[in-house]
Antibody, heavy 117, light 110 residues
Framework: EVQLVESGGGLVQPGGSLRLSCAASGFTFSDYWMHWVRQAPGKGLSWVSRINTDGSSTIYADSVKGRFTISRDNAKNTLYLQMNSLRVEDTAVYYC??????????WGQGTLVTVSS | QSALTQPASVSGSPGQSISISCTGTSSDVGGYNYVSWYQQHPGKAPKLMIFDVSNRPSGVSNRFSGSKSGNTASLTISGLQAEDEADYYCSSYTTTSAVVFGGGTKLTVL
């Protein structure tokens, strides 16, 4: 069974940093591109970032470019999102998502990040 | 990376059919047949309902169908059921290799 389990969320002050992790199981993690998608409280989905299978190619939404870094450790079957210079508007549930061909076929349950003083 | 445009809400009675539109540009919806639709119930993760404009993943009811014309994609739900009440989001691949979502549509089953 495919499972994606996010962790690392919590409360952080504006300007602070946080690293999210996503533990993958039930599939060959190194075969899939992975994404982070976020959802602010009461708002819609917003795409954050993508990484290819070996980590050599990444891309970011304009709103997080230069502040967030996506990475992966295929030996540990884990996806990461390093978030620096956090802003109040980064407050959201962050989902780890698997990309299969052209679709997001599996989603984690999400981890909540709250940026507040 | 502007969000795709969806109606904020739609509603229908059980057994009826409804459609949700998703309007983008030639740089996303109109440029690729890579539109997907997701269903999200409160407090839950999104669930894939349609991919590549009109394809259903295994396990998704055939009451759900998708289409596209120009820069606008549509999700149609026929034979509405109470459990269809949820938020629905479209997404598309873009020319910059990013992904863009619609703002979401709240479906109410009356």
């Amino acid at each position: 069974e495919v499972q994606l389990v996010e962790s690392g969320g919590g409360l952080v002050q504006p300007g602070g940093s946080l690293r999210l992790s996503c533990a993958a199981s039930g599939f060959t993690f190194s075969d899939y591109w992975m994404h982070w998608v976020r959802q602010a409280p009461g708002k819609g989905l917003s795409w954050v970032s993508r990484i290819n299978t070996d980590g050599s190619s990444t891309i970011y939404a304009d709103s997080v470019k230069g502040r967030f870094t996506i990475s992966r450790d295929n030996a540990k079957n884990t996806l990461y999102l390093q978030m620096n210079s956090l802003r109040v508007e980064d407050t959201a549930v962050y989902y780890c998502v698997r990309l299969w061909n052209t679709m997001f076929d599996y989603w984690g349950q999400g981890t909540l990040v709250t940026v507040s003083s | 990376q502007s969000a795709l445009t969806q109606p904020a809400s739609v509603s229908g009675s059980p057994g009826q059919s409804i459609s949700i539109s998703c309007t983008g540009t030639s740089s996303d919806v109109g440029g690729y047949n890579y539109v997907s639709w997701y269903q999200q119930h409160p407090g839950k993760a999104p669930k894939l309902m349609i991919f590549d404009v009109s394809n259903r993943p295994s396990g998704v009811s055939n009451r759900f169908s998708g289409s596209k014309s120009g820069n606008t994609a549509s999700l149609t739900i026929s034979g509405l059921q109470a459990e269809d009440e949820a938020d629905y989001y479209c997404s598309s691949y873009t020319t910059t290799s990013a992904v863009v979502f619609g703002g979401g549509t709240k479906l109410t089953v009356l």
